[in-house]
Nanobody
Framework: QAQLVESGGGSVQAGDSLRLSCGAS????????MGWFRQAPGKEREFVAA????????SYADSVKGRFTISRDDAKNTVYLQMNSLKAEDSAVYYC?????????????????WGQGTQVTVSS
């Protein structure tokens, strides 16, 4: 049974940094794109960033471009999200997801496996 587990969330001040990790088990996620999404209270889940396996090509939502960096370590079956210059509007539950292919889509329905999420709270 494939499983994704996020960690690294917490409560920080605006301008601080956090690094989220997503560990995969049960199967290798090599050859699959990985993504990060987030959901704030009362809002729909939204795309944050994705990274393909082939070439480690990355993509970002405009709202986080230049502040967040997604990376992957396939030897550790782990994906990271480095979040710098955090803002109050970044507060949400952050989810890691595995694409069924190596596309790195912005659409959540194209992702096959999901973690349980980790809370990020940014105080202004």
């Amino acid at each position: 049974q494939a499983q994704l587990v996020e960690s690294g969330g917490g409560s920080v001040q605006a301008g601080d940094s956090l690094r989220l990790s997503c560990g995969a088990s049960g199967r290798t996620f090599t050859y699959h794109a990985m993504g990060w999404f987030r959901q704030a209270p009362g809002k729909e889940r939204e795309f944050v960033a994705a990274i393909k396996w082939l070439g480690s090509t990355t993509s970002y939502a405009d709202s986080v471009k230049g502040r967040f960096t997604i990376s992957r370590d396939d030897a550790k079956n782990t994906v990271y999200l480095q979040m710098n210059s955090l803002k109050a509007e970044d507060s949400a539950v952050y989810y890691c997801a595995s694409d069924s292919l190596d596309i790195g889509s912005m659409n959540s329905y194209e992702y096959e496996y999901w973690g349980q999420g980790t809370q990020v709270t940014v105080s202004s």
